[in-house]
């Protein structure tokens, strides 16, 4: 089993719809992330917590919602979808003690917002 | 402010060709940096990370990049590529608790 898993990992919607994205990790890691990746702009991070209690903001955050139910699970919502976040989501978790930056991935979501 | 800039989109080469994948990143302080690899319809992998020490670092699949700090650059080598070296290549920063990617790079070995 994966050790960084995202669900759904395909989902259609229409424009205006509520769409949870879930991920759950196996690694113990404290901290977590929800990047989008869209064609010729790399990765651009969402929200990120720290822990339980800490939940931050990245570069893109409008229109996107975040909940960290547990260590192990950080769920990103869209409370109204549009077109332009169709894209590709992915959630990865890092290490705090350990602190050299390395993220592991999960495998992705992709979502297609009509 | 911190930035990650990969020059090449895609990066066409033949089966066992050399290839480089060029990366530069802007920092004003001192700096991780990562090349991660992500196949089709999967998500990335670490393929190599430069932390501190000898500048010349070797990852997996016979990988390798050199941390030039003079010239802010961080490419990314291989002496002879597969087939199935075919993906996207992602140059990362880190940084202060942040991490910074670049856009990618799509390497396209041909048979």
């Known amino acids: 089993d994966a050790d960084v898993t995202q669900t759904p990992r395909n989902r259609i919607t229409k424009t205006g719809k509520r769409i949870m994205l879930e991920c759950s990790q196996t690694k113990g890691h404290d901290r977590m992330y929800w990047y989008r990746q869209d064609p010729g702009l790399g990765l651009r991070l969402i929200y990120y917590s720290f822990d339980v209690k800490d939940i931050n903001k990245g570069e893109i955050s409008d229109g996107y919602s975040v909940s960290r139910q547990a260590q192990a699970k950080f769920s990103l919502s869209l409370e109204s979808a549009i077109p332009n976040q169709t894209a590709l989501y992915f959630c990865a978790t890092s290490d705090l003690e350990q602190d050299t930056g390395e993220l592991f991935f999960g495998e992705g979501s992709r979502l297609t917002v009509l | 402010a911190q930035s990650v800039t990969q020059l090449d989109s895609q990066v066409p080469v033949f089966e066992e060709a050399p290839v480089e994948l060029r990366c530069n990143y802007s920092?004003?302080?001192?700096?991780?940096l990562f090349w991660y690899v992500q196949y089709p319809n999967q998500g990335l992998q670490l393929l190599l990370k430069?932390?501190?020490?000898?500048?010349l670092v070797k990852g997996i699949n016979g990988f390798e990049a050199e941390f030039n700090k003079s010239q802010t650059s961080f490419h990314l080598r291989k002496p002879s590529v597969h087939i199935s070296d075919t993906a996207e290549y992602f140059c990362a920063l880190y940084n202060f608790n942040k991490f910074y990617f670049g856009s990618g790079t799509k390497l396209n070995v041909k048979p």
């Open positions: 920092s004003s302080v001192s700096v991780y």
């Open positions: 430069y932390l501190s020490g000898s500048t």
